[in-house]
């Protein structure tokens, strides 16, 4: 019988999981709308659930797959919402269910009001409607509280550079425990659940949590990896977060920006996400992808003048807009370098792209009167360099510093010397 209990709950969890990641990873192609619609849809299965469907365990204990699976699944797609998309994409669905339960609780409200029905066999329990509704709008409030613990936390941990599981399982577990307080007590006092039920369902919900926090860490690390960038970036307090999530006019934080200010290319934030959906496609149609990495080097290594190096880049980028081809993209990588993803790009391809835009970019660089700068391009192609991010990253920078030591304005690529 246990078996059983403990395999109907490992079910819930592998496929609600599963379809959130699912959706979350498909967002550029369906929009980030369906997976919000989806972690909506869930909320009323799983209050109702909470109320009155528990699966026996040993020891006495007991768990509901609605809290375990779902609501804690939730706190996971909202925590690597807030990673991926930043606070101000994290909060539309807070404020979707909230808008959405409170509705909700109008509308079955309404319906109390003794009004002539006709006298179908079955008759629908108002009453425990209502109490559900209450219960999830309750919910839906704590979760903003909840959040708000969550993003702190991981702020915290994360600047103090420990491994990524330990950094999403310590906050979605403390967020468990705020929703365990808040939630689990309106359960005892409006449905009369003994007390002796809670610690089943919150040792079911660590243990749900940290086989979460595994599977974002594989996540984050295999197939939306985070770029270097982002995981030096600063510590945002709960000030900061709290007026991100808040109502009012969202503050974009500069890592999550989509196009770079200076240039107009792609904000280097954008790179892993792009470079990740381009290497699936590789993978599932066979093509070849490559990554040309541009580096400006200023022939006075002691210059500082910063308007006038932005005013270098700014240019360099624009050329590279004009000089791509279609479907390749142009990320500005770092402060004095460019990255170009050319997908269905083979290695000599990329070569003679590469050389291209190099000859157009000197022409750039030598046209203003201003201090000399010089371009070093690295090319890395997969699969044969690679098939991960990272991988076709380090590929690339090594052969920018090949180009570098071959003399300026230099293409370096898988056979080079």
Not at 116 to 145: E, H, I, Q, S
Not at 316 to 332: M, S
Request: glycine share 8%; charged share 15%; aromatic share 10%.
């Amino acid at each position: 019988m246990y078996f059983i209990n403990f395999l109907t709950i490992a079910a819930f969890i592998a496929v609600y999981f599963g379809a959130m990641l699912a959706l979350f990873r498909a967002r550029r192609l369906l929009g980030i709308g369906a997976f919000f619609c989806v972690l909506s849809a869930t909320q009323f299965v799983e209050a109702y659930l909470a109320i009155g469907y528990y699966l026996q365990l040993p020891f006495g204990l007991a768990i509901s797959p609605g809290p375990a699976a779902l609501f804690t699944g939730k706190l996971a797609m909202l925590l690597v919402t807030y990673i991926k998309e930043d606070a101000p994409m994290a909060r539309q669905p807070l404020y979707g269910m909230l808008l959405g339960n409170m509705l909700v609780f109008l509308l079955v409200a309404a319906l109390g009001f003794d009004l002539p029905r006709l006298p179908l066999p079955y008759a629908p329990d108002l009453g425990m409607m209502t109490k559900v509704t209450m219960l999830t709008l309750w919910a839906n409030l704590a979760l903003f509280l909840e959040c708000l613990v969550m993003f702190v936390v991981y702020e915290r941990l994360r600047a103090r550079g420990l491994g990524l599981w330990p950094v999403l399982f310590i906050p979605l577990a403390l967020a468990v425990l705020v929703e365990q307080v808040a939630t689990f007590g309106a359960l005892h006092f409006t449905f009369g659940l003994p007390l002796g039920l809670g610690t089943g369902s919150f040792l079911g919900k660590l243990v749900a949590v940290a086989l979460f926090a595994l599977v974002l860490t594989w996540y984050l690390t295999k197939v939306e990896p985070l770029p270097p960038a982002r995981r030096r970036r600063i510590r945002r307090g709960p000030r900061e977060i709290w007026d991100a999530i808040r109502p009012g006019e969202a503050t974009v934080h500069p890592e999550s920006r989509r196009y770079d200010p200076l240039t107009g290319t792609f904000h280097a934030s954008q790179f892993a996400p792009i470079c990740g959906h381009l290497l699936a496609v590789t993978t599932l149609t066979g093509r070849p992808m490559s990554v040309l990495l541009m580096s400006i080097d200023a022939e006075d290594a002691t210059a500082t003048d910063l308007e006038a190096r932005d005013a270098v880049v700014r240019r360099v980028g624009e050329a590279l807009g004009e000089g791509i081809r279609t479907g390749d993209y142009v990320v500005r990588y770092k402060e004095g370098m460019f990255a170009v993803l050319t997908p269905g790009a083979a290695h000599q391809a990329a070569l003679q792209v590469a050389s291209l835009l190099r000859r157009e970019i000197e022409n750039v660089l030598t046209a203003e009167d201003e201090p000399p700068h010089t371009l070093s391009i690295g090319v890395a192609t997969t699969p044969q360099d690679g098939t991960s991010v990272p991988q076709l990253l380090e590929a690339a920078e090594r052969r920018v510093g090949d180009a570098r030591r071959m003399g300026p304005n230099q293409v370096a690529g898988m056979f080079s010397a």
